[in-house]
């Protein structure tokens, strides 16, 4: 079955450290795999997807299909980089499917 | 574009009662998703429509909920009776149809966050 797993409910970090919120996935076929940010009081959003291979905000996820991760990284965090980041990874069939993981709350502090 | 437009923003009632929420895709998107968030359980896919068609719905957790798509342009999600541990923010999300193979970014509505005493 597809899964994602993030093993981290909650990541604290100090502002200017760097930060990774790791993420991890099962799935036999093609893989497709996004980061989803909502920040408080804010509608979920995109943040960023593998096959574009941007930079977003300063983030930076890398596909590793050895590993199966795609871990979220920004060498110097920002507090109003504080949100709920979700993992999700997207079935390349038709009619399309995504699957979540169960989202890491990052909190930036000062 | 307005984006995912979705109604109401928040929604209190007592256990027991019908609760319907209500989503409008952007226009020209086919795919049309409904989600609910928890604490507990972080996003969960309810079921997702194409072309108005419901194509998956294994994750609507029992059969008090229900969901429709009568046109391109509308959707419900209904409770009926609704419990406490409804309780939850239930999101709607639409994307175009990219064809077979492929995907595409599902653009998210600001959500309505259901309470139920």
């Known amino acids: 079955a597809q899964r994602v797993t993030q093993p981290e409910k909650l990541l604290s970090v100090f502002k200017g450290a760097p930060v990774e919120l790791k993420c991890n996935y099962s799935?036999?076929?093609?893989?497709?795999l996004f980061w989803y940010v909502q920040y408080s009081r804010q509608r979920l959003q995109l943040l960023l997807r593998?096959?574009s291979r941007e930079s977003i905000k300063g983030f930076t996820a890398d596909l590793n299909k050895g590993e199966t991760s795609f871990h979220l990284k920004k060498p110097f965090a920002q507090e109003e980089d504080s949100a709920m980041y979700y993992c999700?990874?997207?079935?390349?069939?038709?009619?399309?499917?995504?699957?979540f993981g169960p989202g890491t709350r990052l909190s930036v502090l000062p | 574009d307005a984006g995912v437009i979705q109604s109401p923003r928040h929604e209190v009632t007592e256990m027991g009662q019908e609760v319907t929420l209500r989503c409008k895709p952007i226009?020209?998107?086919?795919?049309l998703f409904w989600y609910r968030q928890t604490m507990m359980r972080g996003l969960e896919l309810l079921i997702y429509?194409?072309?108005?068609?419901?194509?998956?719905d294994s994750g609507m957790p029992e059969d008090r909920f229900s969901a429709k798509m009568p046109n391109a342009s509308f959707s419900t999600l209904k409770i009926q009776p609704s419990e406490p541990r409804d309780s939850a923010v239930y999101f709607c999300?639409?994307?175009?149809?990219?064809?077979?193979?492929?995907?595409?970014?599902?653009?998210f509505g600001p959500g309505t966050r259901l309470t139920v005493l």
């Open positions: 593998h096959i």
């Open positions: 999300a639409s994307s175009l149809e990219a064809g077979l193979g492929s995907t595409d970014t599902q653009y």
């Open positions: 799935y036999s076929g093609s893989p497709e």
């Open positions: 226009s020209g998107h086919n795919s």
């Open positions: 999700a990874l997207s079935l390349a069939n038709y009619g399309q499917n995504f699957v």
């Open positions: 429509f194409n072309n108005n068609v419901p194509i998956d």
